[in-house]
């Protein structure tokens, strides 16, 4: 399964301090990524807009104050923002059940077959622990690198690269089963 | 069963935001960031860009790479030594070794599938290898390419640092840095792996660096120049070149231990014994020198020999400072101190401690911890006279953060750590990093060598050297916006006859924010600007001052070159001349999504007065961090003269959910006036610019 990080511009970064527009595109290569990893975390439309805007909020005053330092790495920087906002969320609520899908009559017969799947993901998912399940939704949702998971998380690339793999290889081990 | 990786595929890569919601975000940041931009950072410089990615070796192996049939006899043949001679390579920096430097031959150039890379400098030194690289076409925004060498004998290396900027229409510049190569190496093949799906691979043959490339640094054997030592830390210029049109000088911060870093952006003001200020431009190049932000390469002029110089180091923050702000990582030596939080914590719980910490010169004394939240203990440390700010750090898994708290007023420091849930049994809390500050000034002193010959004199006046513009004028389809520029552009216009002098002062309100200290609860600003005769903006002089009259930041303007005298800072800020336009309502008056309202209502001067309202509402409450109460929209409201046009007052506000403003900044207008000519201290200062 490939994921691709973002490189960003570096110069962009410098501009995004001066002009709305820089943070703009900033803020537009990274939309996805942080509200899709704030979404797996939280399971809630509505919540996930509202700690990605305090994400992007907190980034932008961040840079602006120099809290975020040019030799530093931007998506690990980026994606700490995040993991605090949900961290200061989880001590308000719990994390509602994931269930997301939209289903329309027209594409009914694939939609049911793709949500047997994503159940069966779901509960493998949950088997794993919330550490696990943390270095997915950083490499997969949000598209870090293993090296930005690395600074993130202040574990060597090696060691998050491996982590990565065998939970992979489980979840492959427990799916094939199913198929057997 | 699908296959499992389209299934995490399809999990992990949905949903995307709603399309409204990220368009609501993105206005809103941006009417965030124009907040922030209020208190005005005159000289919009070139800041260091020291960001770069460390290349990681993969088990993939190249398949692709070429030999080279390069002329080899014929280029040693041509080489003559430069015995030991230093100086500076133009786009790359001082070389230590003239002689032992190569550089590339003629340009290589490779295309493929659209994409074309062009590798148009390349420099080999004693200490390392560095190329500098265009690459145009159907890039993608996302990168997976590797850079490498491949000598003549199979030994292939991955870079070790690389720099990338990307223009808007997705073309690039690169530059990759490598150890040296094998001494004498004169052939090379550089491979980008995997760049856009394709791999490419460039032979580059290189030569002897001639004299005439170089800019010649000063003898080896000059006395040092090198300020005073203060906490370990020092300044000193280490390379200066002199060339008929300029001098180049490289400067370096040093600490006296290892793992010390400068907290901001520093920068060195070069002024003269007449208080005149001169340029220092900084040309730092990308790539080949260190990213940790101790070395800068500045270009300023020549001079004549006789002048008496100084170099003082500023950091560019907000206010004058002569320390040095640091931070030393003490992560690696283990000090630290066993807690045990116990059970049934509660907020509130505090624990007293009596611990003294000795990190290297400086000290700290631990008194207290308590738990500010049901994850989150505060440490509180009694400093020493130079430490001001402390990190901590645990090993324990339930970690989640850390962060450096704010000074109290008794001026203990405080820091805090949070976890996932607070450990029942004993934690071991280290001191990770120190920050602190090494007092100031420092300076140097210098009397600089006359430049060769051709020395070209240095003037203090210059003349707008580009196209002048209109100044912009926001276009809205909205007729109350319109009618209201329109009035606005009445007070305008007359300013704009020429040749004289525009003063404005007003004084701007700031709301401050938790843990703001920027911009400053008020200030006064004063701006002179010099109208020529075809009515665009020549010179001006831009002066903020705190309540009890002092500087917080001066800068000076001539046609496109500025000097912040705060901050050091100095160069071209690629402004075209303009047109004085006092014009306050923003950009977001004209947006889609904004609500315009007018009402007539006197100022509080009696003047008669319209109040412009525009705002802009969102699909939900937004929290900002730090802030107790949430916000559904934000806006600005300007007050005009109604019979003149000038702008009199100018406010932004959020909207908040019980239906009230809460006003962020205020911004009053003192005085607009046109005069003939300014106070002769305003000519002083323009006076004591040296422009390059």
């Known amino acids: 399964m490939a994921t691709k990080p973002i490189v960003i511009d570096t110069k962009l970064i410098e501009k995004a301090r001066r002009t709305p527009k820089a943070f703009a595109a900033i803020y537009w290569q990274y939309l996805n990524p942080v509200y899709r990893y704030v979404y797996r975390r939280l399971g809630n439309v509505h919540e996930a807009e509202d700690i990605t805007s305090q994400v992007f909020v907190e980034a932008l005053e961040g840079l602006i104050d120099g809290r975020y330092h040019e030799d530093g790495c931007f998506s690990a920087w980026l994606f700490t923002i995040a993991a605090h906002k949900l961290v200061d969320f989880y001590r308000l609520r719990q994390p509602m059940q994931l269930d997301d899908n939209h289903i329309t009559e027209e594409n009914l017969p694939a939609v049911v077959e793709a949500n047997e799947d994503r159940r069966h993901l779901t509960k493998l998912l949950a088997e794993l622990e919330e550490e696990k399940q943390e270095l997915l939704r950083l490499r997969f949702s949000a598209g870090l690198s293993f090296a930005e998971i690395a600074a993130l998380d202040g574990r060597n690339e090696a060691s998050v690269k491996m982590a990565v793999y065998r939970c992979i290889d489980w979840l492959r081990e427990h799916w094939e089963a199913r198929d057997g | ?692």
């Open chain 2, 1 to 692: 069963m699908a296959e499992l990786n389209q299934v995490l595929t399809d999990f992990y890569k949905s949903p995307e935001p709603n399309p409204d919601f990220a368009s609501l975000l993105e206005k809103k940041l941006a009417a965030r960031h124009n907040e922030l931009l209020q208190f005005p950072q005159k000289v919009s410089l070139r800041q260091e860009k020291k960001v770069f990615w460390l290349n990681y070796p993969r088990s993939r192996s190249s398949a692709l790479w070429m030999s080279i049939v390069g002329a080899l006899v014929l280029l040693l043949a041509g080489a003559y030594t430069l015995a030991r001679l230093k100086g500076y390579l133009p786009g790359f920096g001082f070389v230590s070794d003239a002689g032992k430097t190569y550089v590339l031959s003629q340009p290589v150039e490779v295309s493929r599938n659209g994409i074309t890379i062009r590798v148009e400098k390349a420099v080999s030194e004693p200490t390392l290898f560095w190329v500098e690289l265009a690459i145009t076409g159907s890039l993608e925004e996302q990168d997976f390419s590797r850079a490498y060498t491949l000598l003549t004998n199979g030994e292939k290396t991955i870079s070790t640092m690389g720099y990338q900027n990307r223009s808007a229409d997705g073309d690039e510049q690169r530059t990759y840095s490598f150890p040296a190569l094998q001494n004498g190496s004169v052939q090379v093949t550089l491979i980008i792996e995997n760049l856009g799906g394709e791999d490419f691979s460039l032979p580059l043959v290189l030569r002897p660096l001639t004299r005439d490339e170089l800019v010649p640094a000063q003898p080896e054997n000059a006395t040092p120049l090198q300020s005073k030592v203060s906490d370990g830390a020092f300044l000193s210029i280490d390379q200066i070149a002199y060339a008929t049109d300029k001098t180049i000088l490289q400067a370096s911060l040093h600490f006296g231990a290892p793992n010390i870093w400068v907290m901001g952006q520093w920068q060195l003001q070069l002024t003269g014994s007449d208080g005149s200020i001169y340029p220092m431009v900084d040309i730092t190049p990308t790539a080949s020198y260190p990213a940790d932000n101790s070395v800068r390469i500045y270009e300023t002029n020549p001079f004549k020999g006789a002048e008496q110089l100084t170099f003082t180091l500023k950091m560019f923050t907000r206010q004058a400072e002569e320390d040095l702000p640091l931070m030393r990582d003490f992560s690696a030596d283990g000090i630290g101190f066993s807690f045990d939080p116990g059970t049934g914590l509660q907020a509130g719980k505090s624990w007293s401690f009596d611990q003294t910490f000795k990190l290297a010169d400086m000290s700290l004394h631990l008194i207290e911890a308590r738990l500010d939240s049901p994850t989150t203990i505060t440490f509180e440390f009694v400093p020493d006279g130079k430490v001001t700010g402390v990190m901590l750090y645990s090993p324990d898994p339930n970690l989640t953060a850390g962060a450096v708290g704010p000074q109290l007023p008794n001026g203990n420091l405080t820091a805090s750590l949070t976890f996932k849930t607070i450990p029942s049994q004993s934690l071991e809390i280290r001191l990770a990093n120190i920050y602190y500050t090494a007092r100031g000034p420092f300076q140097i002193s210098w009397q600089p060598q006359a430049a060769p010959i051709g020395l070209r004199e240095p003037t203090a006046t210059m003349e707008p050297t580009l196209t002048p513009r209109l100044t912009e004028t926001p276009v809205s389809s909205n007729s109350i916006v319109t009618e209201t520029r329109n009035l606005i552009q009445k007070f305008n216009e007359p300013l704009h006859h020429g040749p004289g002098w525009i003063h404005i002062q007003s004084e701007t309100t700031t709301r401050q924010a938790p843990g703001q200290t920027f911009p400053p609860a008020f200030f006064r600003n004063d701006q002179w600007l010099e109208i020529d005769s075809a009515g665009n903006v020549t010179r001006s002089v831009w002066l903020d001052q705190d309540a009890e009259g002092r500087i917080l930041q001066q800068s000076a303007t001539i046609g496109n070159y500025t000097v912040n005298f705060t901050s050091g800072q100095a160069g071209f800020n690629g402004n075209s001349p303009y047109q004085f336009n006092l014009d306050e309502m923003g950009q977001g008056f004209g947006q889609p999504g904004t609500e315009v309202f007018r009402q007539d209502e006197p100022c509080e001067d009696g003047r008669r007065c319209i109040e412009i309202i525009g705002q802009q509402t969102f699909s939900q409450p937004v929290t900002n961090p730090g802030e107790a109460q949430s916000f559904w929209g934000a806006g600005q409201q300007v007050w005009i003269d109604a019979e003149t046009g000038q702008t009199i007052e100018v406010q932004s506000f959020w909207l908040l959910e019980d239906g009230s403003k809460l006003i962020n900044y205020t911004k009053k207008y003192q005085v607009v006036e046109k005069v003939e000519s300014p106070p002769q201290e305003i000519l002083n200062v323009l006076k004591n610019v040296v422009v390059p």
